[in-house]
């Protein structure tokens, strides 16, 4: 067996891979650790699902792999360094639902500021009336400028949004801002003015508990807050107080890790905090881009000798390989050196 598929790729993807490796498609094995070791141990690549941790100890009942690889963005979930001592390359298709995350933000915030719409999507066909807002004229915080920010500020300066924005990693004079059409500000100078917030910022330890009753206080009131970033990054208990008090009129946030907002957490009886279930890169072509990109770097890293040290590291502009199949944009991959 060359490749061990524990994640489904798009059929079209899988076939173009079959002709060219054998493989064992066994998405069951995610849930049965001890049968999916037994499994990796004939693999030279295995491509993981999100809740499938890459450890020194899952390397170890791995002896001839030399890929894995991921259809989602992040690599929290795997070991690096431990890859990198055994020439393990690290595929993850890191850019391929920037488009869909982006397009999740923004329908996240027209549906806050219309939210009787919400209503007749549930069912109910003589819901009130609710007054709702135009986004155009408004003005959207731009809280972190990861990729999906770039693209989603394209969005909505079409639609004729003012855009200010803060990034901790990024400095205010970075020519960025200027190309994206985003205003540089303070966190304070973004919270006072922003009627939308949209978070998408990389998530680093650091940034543990980064929104919280200090930078909460300077909420403009009445705000709507969407965003795609690890629940980590809030403070549970001052989200909870600015979502009661008026200060946050309604939030919706994608792929909340377990526990954000279950029984015993302040923000389990809020009823304006809405979350769903990695909803934001789920989507079909998102999905298309991914498998291309995760098939033709499983490829490329099985027909390639074996050797040397695999360094982190930007591929090129999207092109297209492989009969016409599409590749993702922008991607760091692991290459040979």
Sequence with gaps: ?????????????????????????????????????????????????????????????????????????????????????RDVRVIH????????????????????????????????????????RELHNSVVGILGLAPTAHTLALMLHALGVRLIGYDPAVHHTAPIWSRLNIQPVGLQELMAQSDAVTVQVMYASRYQNFINDKLLAYCKPGQVWVGISRSQLFDVNAFARALNDGRIEAAMLDGAESGFASKGSPLHEC????????????????????????????????????????EQVPTGLMDLEGGGSPRASADPVFIIR
């Design 1 to 85: 067996m060359d490749i061990l598929l524990v994640e489904r790729l798009v059929p079209e993807a899988l076939s173009w891979l079959q002709e060219r490796h054998s493989i064992e498609l066994r998405p069951d094995l995610a849930a049965d650790p001890s049968s999916l070791r037994k499994a990796v141990y004939k693999a030279e690549a295995v491509v993981l699902p999100r809740k499938v941790v890459v450890t020194r100890e899952f390397l170890d009942f791995a002896p001839r792999l030399r890929a894995v690889a991921r259809m989602h963005v992040g690599t929290d979930n795997t070991d690096l360094e431990a890859c990198r001592e």
């Design 93 to 132: 298709a890191s850019t391929a639902n920037v488009r869909s995350n982006a397009e999740y933000l923004l329908a996240s915030i027209l549906a806050l500021y219309r939210r009787g719409i919400g209503s007749a999507l549930a069912g109910d066909r003589h819901a009130e009336v609710r007054l709702g």
């Design 271 to 310: 009823q304006n905090l809405f979350l769903t279930p990695r909803l934001g890169s789920h989507t079909r072509e998102a999905r298309l881009r991914a498998s291309w990109y995760v098939v033709h770097r499983l490829h490329e890293t099985l027909s390639a000798p074996r050797s040397g040290h695999y």
